[in-house]
Structure formats: structure tokens, C-alpha cells
């Protein structure tokens, strides 16, 4: 289960870049006023899809790889090459060839949902007395485009840990003070944006994942041109916005512009590019759901380097985290509990009794006098009742020739 660690190792390293990021921007003082809101959101996502855009690294990594194979394929026989088109012609019927066109509106389509997310999570700027967990319904979000999109298969264990964790989720928000009518009252804009770009984010981690399955397009590429995509949005609404003077003004950032900014913002840029690259490679080899259990460990890194700021919630915290990393293992089947039948669907299980089955059926062969399996064979006693003949096996009369 655990064959390639190199792939769950890069859950633990996109954990820490998100939890650095969080870090930087709390101590940035260019996105944070006195009212610990973000004066300059636009500028904030321009800043993000700028990120997005070095994935370029690995695209020209990529070409020069396939540049290279190209000339070492050069040297392939005219048979070759003639087997080559002949299989390719019947891949070609059996795999439905994606468009360019198509391509590129599969990815106008999560640059803008992703897009418009991001910058209302930039308006709506989260800080500890903003928090809401949502784990509840991001949760349940990336269950059900992935049951809907991806077409992925739900079992008895998987409805047990959706529970767990919307319900965990929910506790959570208890010993926050979330509840209470004066923080609904100030900041449920803020909560309620925080749910949402939650879910429209879940929403192109889901629709990434389809992009490479079945549209064919690398994840490297995915991350490029969005950036590409965003950043052209990104600019023209920073235009308007600073002609206006409303939501962000460009001036105004860089008038507030100092060596520590700039050296933060370059920080932040290169943590979401490392932190999305991780991300893409998670979604691509493994599954989205893989993505929760990454902000779930991010956000305990974050919680515990401001867990000196609120000692109330220590306790209560340690329990939440501990309880949900452990439900998440169990939802992605690296722990297995065997009661109750919650492991019977899981996918081990499922493939060792198909290995099982078609074991038996290779090693298995049946007579009228009984069976033989791996060398034993099993005898049957027949005998009347009612007139009529029937064939039971019998403990007493089995017998083993081997």
C-alpha cells in the first residue's frame, strides 16, 4: 500500500508550502489594514496566477525531453514504423481524439471558475477571527463531484468517514465561537464566501483530474495556461479597478512597497507555485481527495504555530485534527477497519477476492465423482432420497489423494 512513498511524501511537502503561505501573508502589512481586511485583493490574485505561470519550468523541461526522444526515434526501422502507424490506427478507434479547441475551452473553464474563486477569497480575507472550518462541506463537495464527474464508486466505509467528518467539522466550530450571534452577525459574509470558493475550488480539483483522465492534457500544462488565462484577467480588471479607485488601486500598493514586501511577495509567488505543483501531482497519480488531507495538515502546522495566540482551543484542536487525519486515512484506504464490514468494499479487498476468483477457476476442476483443487482431491457420496439421486458432499466420506 505504501509501494511508492515518494508520492505520499509529496503530501506532507504540499502541506508545509500551504501552511508557509498562510504564514507569509500574516505577516505581510501590504495585504492587511488595521481592520486585518486585504486592501489590495486584485493584486493579491494577479500575484497568485503570476504563480501559476512559472509552471513554465516544467513545460520547457518537457519539450526538450520530447525533442530528444524524437531524434533517438529516428533510427527506427521502416518495419517499425510501419507496426507504429498500424497501432496507432487502432488506438485512434478505440480513444477518442481530444481537440485543440476542445482542449483549451475544458481549460477556459477552471481558469475562470478558479478565477473568480480566488478572488472573492482574496475580498473576503480570512484571518483567525474570521476562520470557519468547512471541512463539512468541502468534504462532502469533493465526494460528490467526484461520484458525479469522475463517476467514482462510494462504498459503506467512504459514507461512514463523509460522516465523520462533516459532523467533526461542524464540532469544530463550537470552541471557535463561530456560532454565536455576534460573529454571525459581523463576518458571515466571510463565512459564507469561505464555504463557497471552498467548494468552487474542490470543483476544479475534481475537473482536473477528468482533464488529464480523459482529455489528455498534463498537469503542467493545466497550471500554464490557466496562469496564462488568469493573469490576462487578472490585469484587466486591476486596470479598471485602479481607474475606478474601487476594491484595489495599484498606486496605492506600490506606494506601500519596501524591501520586506517585495522579498515576502517573491516568497509567497514561489510557496503557491511549489504548493500547486504539489497539488497537481497529487490529483494526477493519486486522487483528489488526497488534496483535503493536505489542507487538513497544513492547517494544523498553521494552528500550531499560532496556538500561543488561542490557549482555549488547544485541547479541542488536537482532538479535531487527530480524529479527522485518521478518518481521511480511512476514506482513502490506507487504514483498513475491520468491523462492521467497512473494509469488505475497500479496493484491496475487492482485487484479492478477483485474484481469488480467478484462481480458482485456473486451479479448479470438477467431475461427477467430485473436485480436485491445488493437487487434493475432494470425493462426494451420492446416495437416493425420495427417489431420487442428489450429490452432497459429506465431511465423513471426504477424502485427500495427493
Given at each position: 500500500?505504501?509501494?511508492?512513498?515518494?508520492?505520499y511524501?509529496s503530501?506532507?511537502i504540499g502541506?508545509v508550502?500551504?501552511a508557509?503561505?498562510?504564514?507569509?501573508?500574516?505577516?505581510?502589512?501590504?495585504f492587511?489594514?488595521e481592520?486585518?481586511?486585504?486592501?489590495h485583493p486584485?493584486?493579491?490574485?494577479?500575484?497568485?496566477t503570476?504563480?501559476?505561470?512559472?509552471?513554465?519550468?516544467?513545460?520547457?523541461?518537457y519539450k526538450?525531453?520530447t525533442k530528444?526522444q524524437?531524434i533517438?526515434?529516428?533510427s527506427i526501422?521502416?518495419e517499425q514504423?510501419l507496426?507504429t502507424?498500424?497501432?496507432m490506427?487502432?488506438i485512434?478507434h478505440?480513444v477518442k481524439i481530444v481537440?485543440?479547441?476542445?482542449?483549451f475551452?475544458?481549460?477556459?473553464?477552471v481558469s475562470v471558475i478558479d478565477?473568480l474563486?480566488?478572488?472573492f477569497n482574496?475580498?473576503?480575507w480570512i484571518?483567525?477571527d474570521?476562520?470557519?472550518?468547512?471541512?463539512s462541506?468541502?468534504?462532502l463537495s469533493?465526494?460528490?463531484?467526484?461520484?458525479?464527474?469522475l463517476?467514482t464508486k462510494?462504498y459503506?466505509h467512504?459514507?461512514?468517514c463523509?460522516?465523520?467528518i462533516?459532523?467533526?467539522?461542524?464540532?469544530?466550530n463550537?470552541?471557535l465561537?463561530?456560532f454565536?450571534q455576534e460573529?454571525?452577525?459581523?463576518y458571515y459574509?466571510?463565512?459564507l464566501s469561505?464555504?463557497l470558493?471552498g467548494?468552487?475550488?474542490?470543483?476544479?480539483?475534481?475537473?482536473?483530474k477528468?482533464?488529464m483522465?480523459k482529455?489528455?492534457?498534463?498537469s503542467y500544462?493545466?497550471?500554464?495556461?490557466q496562469g496564462?488565462?488568469?493573469?490576462i484577467?487578472?490585469?484587466?480588471k486591476?486596470?479598471i479597478m485602479?481607474k475606478y479607485?474601487?476594491?484595489?488601486?495599484y498606486?496605492?500598493?506600490?506606494e506601500?512597497l519596501?524591501?520586506?514586501e517585495?522579498i515576502?511577495?517573491?516568497?509567497?509567488?514561489?510557496?503557491r507555485?511549489?504548493?500547486?505543483?504539489?497539488?497537481?501531482?497529487?490529483i494526477d497519480f493519486?486522487?483528489p481527495?488526497y488534496?483535503?488531507?493536505?489542507?487538513v495538515?497544513?492547517?494544523?502546522?498553521f494552528?500550531?504555530?499560532k496556538?500561543?495566540d488561542?490557549?482555549?482551543?488547544?485541547i479541542?484542536?488536537i482532538?479535531?485534527f487527530?480524529?479527522s487525519?485518521?478518518?481521511?486515512?480511512?476514506?482513502?484506504?490506507?487504514?483498513?477497519l475491520?468491523?462492521f464490514?467497512?473494509?469488505?468494499?475497500?479496493?484491496?479487498?475487492?482485487?484479492l477476492?478477483?485474484?481469488?476468483?480467478?484462481?480458482?477457476n485456473?486451479?479448479i476442476?470438477?467431475?461427477d465423482?467430485?473436485?480436485a483443487?491445488?493437487g487434493?482431491?475432494f470425493?462426494f457420496?451420492?446416495?437416493?432420497s425420495?427417489?431420487?439421486?442428489?450429490?452432497?458432499?459429506?465431511?465423513?466420506?471426504?477424502?485427500?489423494?495427493?
Amino acid at each position: 500500500m505504501w509501494k511508492n512513498k515518494s508520492l505520499y511524501f509529496s503530501i506532507l511537502i504540499g502541506a508545509v508550502f500551504y501552511a508557509f503561505v498562510i504564514v507569509l501573508e500574516n505577516e505581510s502589512t501590504v495585504f492587511k489594514d488595521e481592520n486585518e481586511n486585504n486592501p489590495h485583493p486584485i493584486v493579491y490574485t494577479l500575484i497568485y496566477t503570476f504563480s501559476l505561470c512559472l509552471s513554465f519550468i516544467f513545460l520547457i523541461i518537457y519539450k526538450i525531453r520530447t525533442k530528444s526522444q524524437s531524434i533517438n526515434n529516428n533510427s527506427i526501422t521502416i518495419e517499425q514504423n510501419l507496426y507504429t502507424r498500424k497501432a496507432m490506427k487502432t488506438i485512434c478507434h478505440q480513444v477518442k481524439i481530444v481537440t485543440k479547441k476542445e482542449k483549451f475551452l475544458w481549460l477556459l473553464l477552471v481558469s475562470v471558475i478558479d478565477y473568480l474563486a480566488f478572488s472573492f477569497n482574496s475580498i473576503f480575507w480570512i484571518t483567525m477571527d474570521k476562520y470557519i472550518n468547512n471541512w463539512s462541506t468541502n468534504f462532502l463537495s469533493i465526494s460528490l463531484f467526484s461520484y458525479f464527474i469522475l463517476k467514482t464508486k462510494l462504498y459503506k466505509h467512504h459514507f461512514v468517514c463523509i460522516a465523520t467528518i462533516v459532523i467533526i467539522g461542524l464540532l469544530f466550530n463550537i470552541p471557535l465561537g463561530v456560532f454565536s450571534q455576534e460573529k454571525i452577525g459581523n463576518y458571515y459574509c466571510f463565512y459564507l464566501s469561505f464555504i463557497l470558493t471552498g467548494i468552487f475550488f474542490n470543483l476544479t480539483y475534481v475537473l482536473y483530474k477528468k482533464m488529464m483522465l480523459k482529455k489528455y492534457i498534463k498537469s503542467y500544462e493545466i497550471l500554464f495556461f490557466q496562469g496564462i488565462i488568469e493573469s490576462i484577467l487578472g490585469i484587466i480588471k486591476l486596470i479598471i479597478m485602479t481607474k475606478y479607485d474601487y476594491i484595489d488601486n495599484y498606486w496605492k500598493f506600490i506606494e506601500k512597497l519596501n524591501k520586506k514586501e517585495i522579498i515576502i511577495i517573491i516568497l509567497i509567488i514561489l510557496g503557491r507555485f511549489l504548493f500547486h505543483s504539489m497539488i497537481m501531482i497529487i490529483i494526477d497519480f493519486l486522487s483528489p481527495f488526497y488534496v483535503f488531507l493536505v489542507y487538513v495538515i497544513g492547517e494544523i502546522a498553521f494552528f500550531l504555530h499560532k496556538m500561543k495566540d488561542y490557549p482555549k482551543i488547544i485541547i479541542s484542536s488536537i482532538i479535531f485534527f487527530s480524529v479527522s487525519i485518521f478518518t481521511i486515512l480511512v476514506f482513502i484506504e490506507l487504514i483498513e477497519l475491520n468491523c462492521f464490514g467497512l473494509s469488505y468494499m475497500t479496493k484491496k479487498n475487492i482485487e484479492l477476492r478477483a485474484k481469488l476468483d480467478s484462481d480458482l477457476n485456473k486451479n479448479i476442476y470438477e467431475d461427477d465423482q467430485g473436485i480436485a483443487y491445488k493437487g487434493y482431491d475432494f470425493d462426494f457420496k451420492k446416495f437416493e432420497s425420495k427417489g431420487e439421486k442428489e450429490l452432497f458432499p459429506l465431511d465423513e466420506s471426504l477424502s485427500f489423494a495427493n
